[in-house]
């Protein structure tokens, strides 16, 4: 999910990243690089890791209310390092900010939190999972079994995770390339949670379930200069089967693609650049910009040939580096819905 | 054309070079009071609106701790951890050599938007301010703190004077603090939020509103400075008015020259506003960087005075800002549009070939009399009506305003009247042509005893308002601060012991016990006394019973400041709700100047039954032998900080009211200089006019040095009637100010002494300042060759 | 023809009405002609100089000066006609007193455009002003503050010289002398002259003498 690196890279000042292009492979101001054939240890691998400058957890949901209606849900939390340490106080290096959403079919409400790290505003610990900012939390015993919650001022959500398959890893093992430069992350997800919970709404409380889709990765390295902007594809099929996708635009127009997918029992089959397809169909006007928010997508060799619709447009993310994150409705070959998010529509 | 036109307009000046002096510097002086004052006010205002925007101060409520300690880190965690949108300030100062520094320390990452790092003039970007961080410094303290701190200083203007701004950390480790000072609220808050009470029980919520309290109180000094500015900007009006009105009249037969060779009205009137405007820019432009000295000359005493009296901290350096610049050249060109417009329309109208002398300036024709009259009249009318229906400072200063124009415009018909009486009255001939001759003279000096009369007026007015200060806070400091020693404990058991240790070495001890509360729907503060001889003896009541002390004591009762007293309409008698489920009558009201919040003071036992666990931190004690008990008490363990001599206090409560004193009297020379300048310039002017008047007395008799002497007399006289007048005017100035404007700006009145050796003083300087400016002219005349004189005659025909 | 009046009126409205000055004056004058305006005080003279001169506005009638109708005349037009075809000389000079002699003389002809140093030296010289031309008005008496009047007024060329009571503020000797310098330069520079006096001695030295009584020609 390199699409929130655009963000950070927008966020921190660009000379502070230059010298990590330049040197591929090799520490970044002193940040530790993500390397091929990693072996992830758990659950510490579930806490932060303040060596690499950038990481999230970052969840989304489509939901259900009793009724049918049709919602979406999104928790985010993201740390940004200043240095690759961790120091106690206010003198810590480590920021932390957050988005919160949800999407009806008719509203989006967003909420932000930024933070420092040193004096228990915010953090992720391990082992009892705990991760925080102010009062938003994901936590529970274990990584299998979380509660979520989140406030903002005209929503707040409730909401209990199970997990009802395994962790998968995305790209190889876990280490996800960028693009052709050869940027990667360490990138694992956890897309088999069951959802269910309350959303507070201007309108009142509603009982929801669903199912979402937890994304973790980690990295120092940001975008490639030329890259752009990002469209990014969670997507589950009524088989049971779901694919990640993403699709990295570039200055000269061409575009750098990966993704995975998924079977309904957590086998991962890792797709190259150029495997996964996806077509802006429809345009919208949103937040004064042009943004795609139908599209086709296909994937020749899984026979993949879909056409992906937000289920609201107006799902702009209206925070510090605002973006597009919204549930959107699956049809054509594999039907089933999912969620997307778009980067750097200007 | 235009240029012969033009070189016929300046030949004028260029002819009468005095005239354009005097004009030029009547326009000059008007502006640089008007910009003086106003470069003081922007400069002041631009200093609080610095420190305020940081803090988000009157756009944010704000969690202040109840009690004196910080807020611990703990308390702000625990409200973000339940939602709070709450963001961290530290402050505190630190010594830098002689000076101090402000440290404000705020976070940027949860400071709401306009608030914290966004005042700067560049703000930085996040990960440049956190950590090991930029420190934000006024240019003032910039270099002392890069000498004192390791971190990287950057000078920033959008700063508040003598402080530093940087990362809450940052500020921490330089203070050597672990708490924290306020938390700012953001305005928008998560849904479901649990109250304060419940999750910070030691922190006070503070409205927006209250946190600009100072705010409110130091926007009345400036009024009362901006109404000063104005007040010296009108007397420079009527300097300019006579003098561009005089230079108008003795054109028309100019003008009309012009336009009998050809020259189009409109062309002409065009060109005479070009040269007005030409004059505006000049003098303008001299006035403001005039301005800018006098403020630079006076910022330094108003920065004391406004620091001491409120706290508020500004910028002693001046800086020339754009807007001023723009604002002393707009009323320059405002003052001179207003001054020329009658002249402008006059020439207009003027027809072709109207004898160029038809209209003497000087002399005022019944009709225009009556229309003065009539004016006058609808401005008393309006500020009777102003100060007695209306609230509010405006409409305070609008009568303020009304009352001294109204006063000027009746001025000649005054002096015309008890002039007439004089003349009716005199028994030599000499005599009665003497007063004729001076009730003739009174429309061409008339515009500059009106500013003398409003210089006066405001002299008088403006002094004993400051003055009725001064004693009424003297008295006041006596009787706060009657006991000998003040001392501070560190803590409760510190406190207790000295306590016990100078039980019997002192006269009396009087425990402070203090609590910041809520007290008729405002913030207050609530004190509990050791009622003694102390307190009976010097601490009086504005209005209350002669025991109100002792029913205090007995608990019986309460004593409350005037401002609380004025705020929430209470008075003696009244009850007051000290807590839940407690009220008590009042039983006195007492003055308390310069405090902007309310005070309720109860007897240490009634305080005790409250609030329990208060222990007293703070004493004031009386004893015999001040040095000797401060030298026990050092033996005892206390710190030199720890023990305040009350006179101490009283001398720098003082001596910020020399300051304001400084900057009363440093105005007061200046408008009255500026009046003294207008009889000069007046008179000098009238020279070309007196001479064929005073041709006739010559011809009968009068030597022209006899002729010179009464001359002098003359203006003797006129300023002093002026004076004279001018005293029930300042009076009443000083009524408005000290009963109206006071109570409106401060909430408390003060009761208004008068000072009659001091106007009288005032009166022989004015009088002495117009004998001065006449006698110039007066010696002029007296040497007017006789040919000159006998001119009038072989010119007449 | 320079100059043609055709029944021209015109009254003053006072406190008890209306007063005519002048009733129905007729009168022409040609190019580099001389004519003297004779009548009692009050009998309309001055009035009519400063009809012609586009000084006031008529009551009724016509003044054709140099082709075009006075009386219809919007104020601009008559100032541009004060500065480029007429030259008045009042009884009271009407020097600028801010400036010197040289420039007062030169000062009708800059607002016309058409300042001539040469000619100014030549109506200087004639006029005896020589030695006063950085003295300012006040310093000269009152027959050389009218020489500075005329010089102005024909150093300025006008076709059409008004002349209220010229020499009304002089002493007879001094009067004789400015008028004969005034006749002399009017006649060499062919300019018309239409001179208002009460002296039926200066008023026989013009061309033409016009008796004004009562607001009509006699």
Known sequence: MNAKALILFFLLPIAAWAQGFAGLGTDADGFTVPERGYHFTFPRDHGSH?????????????????DGTPYGLQWTLFRSALAPEEKEGWGSPQIW???AAVTTPEAHHVSERIARGGIGQAGVRAQPFDAWIDDWRMAGPDFDNLQLTATGADFAYDMTLTAQGPLIFQGDRGYSVKSREGQASYYYSQPFFAIKGTLSLPQGDIEVTGDAWLDREWSSQPLAVNQTGWDWFSLSFETGEKMMGFRLRQTDGAHFTAGTWISPQGETEPFANGVFNADPQDMSEVAGRQIPTGWRVTVPQKGVDITVTALNQAAWMDVNVPYWEGPVVVTGSHPGRGYLEMTGYE | MIAAGLSALWSHWWHSKLQLVTLLSGLALATALWSGVQAINSEARASYDAAAAVLGEGRFDQLVPANAEGIALDTYITLRRAGWQVSPVLEGEIGLGSTRARIVGVDPLTAPGGSGTSVLSAPPEPQEFLGDGVIFAHPGVADALTERVSARVVVDTGVAPDTALMDVGVAAQLLGRSDLSRLIVATEQPMGLPALSDIAPGLIRQSAQEGAEVGRLTDSFHLNLTAFGLLAFVVGLFIV????????????????????LGMPLKTLIALLALEMAAFALIAGGVGVLLGYLIAGALLPDVAATLEGLYGAQISGALRLRPDWWLTGMGIAFAGTLIAASGALWRIARMPLLASPGGRAWAVATGQTRRWLGLAALALAVSAAL??????????????????????????????????AVAEARAQSIRAQWFWADTRQQVPGLSLALMALLLAAAANIGVSTMVSSFRITFIDFLDQRLASDLYIQAEDERQAAEIEAFLAPE????????????????????????????TYRDNWGFLDGADDAWQTVAQGDAVVINEQMARRAGLWVGDDLTVAQGMSLPIAGVFGDYGNPVGQAVLSEMTFLQLYPDIRPTRFGIRVDDKDAARAALQDFGLKDPQIIDQQVIKDFSLGVFERTFTVTAA???????????AILTSLLTLAAIRVPQLAPAWAMGFTRASLGRLELLRAVVLALLTMILAVPLGLMLAWILLAVVNVEAFGWRLPMFTFPLDYAKLALFGVLAAALAALWPARRLARTPPADLLKVFSNER | MLLTVKNLTKSYTGPDGDTPVLRGVCLSLDQGETLALTGESGSGKSTLLHLIGGLDLPGGGEIILAGKDVAAMDDAARAALRRDTVGVIFQQFNLIPSMTVAANIGF???LAGRQDKAHEAALSDALGLVDHLHKFPEQLSGGQQQRVAIARTLAARPALVLADEPTGNLDEGTAAEVIDQMQALVAQSGTALMMVTHSTALAARMGRQLHLSQGRLA
């Open chain 2, 241 to 260: 008015h006579g003098t561009i009105g005089l230079a108008f009249e003795q054109r028309r037969g100019m003008v009309r020259t012009l336009r009998a």
């Open chain 2, 667 to 677: 105005l007061n020379v200046l408008t009255l200089s500026v009046a003294a300048f």
């Open chain 1, 97 to 99: 900010f957050a988005h």
């Open chain 1, 50 to 66: 303040p060596d690499f400058r950038i990481e999230w957890w970052y969840l989304t949901a489509n939901l259900e209310a009793t």
């Open chain 2, 506 to 533: 002192a006269q009396e001890i009087m425990p402070l016990l203090h609590v910041d509360t809520r007290l008729a729907d405002a913030p207050a503060e609530l004190y509990g006394v050791r009622v003694g001889a």
């Open chain 2, 386 to 419: 102003a100060l007695s229906l209306g609230q509010g400072l405006l409409l305070a200063f609008a009568g303020l305003g009304a009352l001294l124009m109204g006063a000027a415009l009746a001025l000649p018909t005054l002096l015309g009247s008890v002039l």
């Open chain 3, 108 to 110: 009708h002809a800059r």
